[in-house]
């Protein structure tokens, strides 16, 4: 079962360009995280967003957690080559210990 | 910083045999986690261990067992492996289970079944 649902599944983009990347699940989560893997390596984490509405911007990327805490979206502004990887949302469905991933969004951005 | 190691990065094995996948973190963790990444699926979770000797299974753990006999290690074993089983899987460590906690990784083993 996977809970939490990510979409697009791939993205090329030129560099310049905005996107927004989704992630969504029928389930509440006390807290989403979003997490970048490059080739080779394991996910590292980007950012945490813990309360409903709650914004957060890392330099040119945003993220946002839905008003009632089942969603998350990242927005990148002027993508950069740097940008390319494999993006994945998480967290652990309020109630339980099970920490689970997303099916992910491959990001290609070309120069 | 927090390390995550895995004990092989590639791994060959034939249908049939028990495997080992070895995982050390060297940061007192309590938690570990054991995941296999396929493509379009994400990072999948087979099982967790929230203390030593405990454990819980994930959404797929048909198939595999684990070990925590030691706070730092989390073994993954494959009883009699399969094509199926073919896959890339990761190790990850976390402090405590809370609000935004935080995963750290191993650079994962690349299982391939013959």
């Known amino acids: 079962t996977q809970l939490l649902e990510q979409s697009p599944q791939f993205l090329s983009i030129q560099e310049g360009e905005n996107l927004t990347v989704y992630c969504n699940s029928s389930s509440v989560f006390s807290s989403l995280q979003w997490y970048r893997q490059e080739p080779g390596e394991g996910p590292v984490l980007l950012v945490t967003v813990v309360t409903g509405g709650e914004v957060k911007k890392l330099k040119r990327l945003t993220f946002q957690f839905g008003d009632a805490r089942k969603d998350s979206s990242l927005h990148i502004t002027a993508a950069q080559t740097g940008d390319t990887g494999l993006y994945l949302c998480?967290?652990?469905?309020?109630?339980?210990?099970?920490?689970?991933f997303g099916t992910g969004t491959r990001l290609k951005v070309l120069a | 910083d927090v390390k995550v190691t895995q004990s092989s990065r590639y791994l060959v094995k034939r249908t049939g045999e028990k495997v080992f996948l070895e995982c050390v973190q060297d940061m007192d963790h309590e938690n570990m986690f054991w995941y296999r990444q396929d493509p379009g699926l994400g990072l999948r979770l087979i099982y967790f261990?929230?203390?030593?000797?405990?454990?819980e299974k994930g959404d797929i753990p048909e198939g595999y067992s684990v070990s925590r006999e030691k706070k730092e290690r989390f073994s993954l074993i494959l009883e009699s492996a399969s094509t199926n089983q073919t896959s890339m899987y990761l190790c990850a460590s976390s402090p405590l289970f809370g609000v935004g906690e935080k995963l750290f990784f191993g650079s994962g083993t690349q299982l391939s079944v013959l």
């Open positions: 998480a967290g652990a469905p309020s109630g339980t210990y099970k920490y689970i």
């Open positions: 261990s929230y203390d030593v000797k405990m454990k």
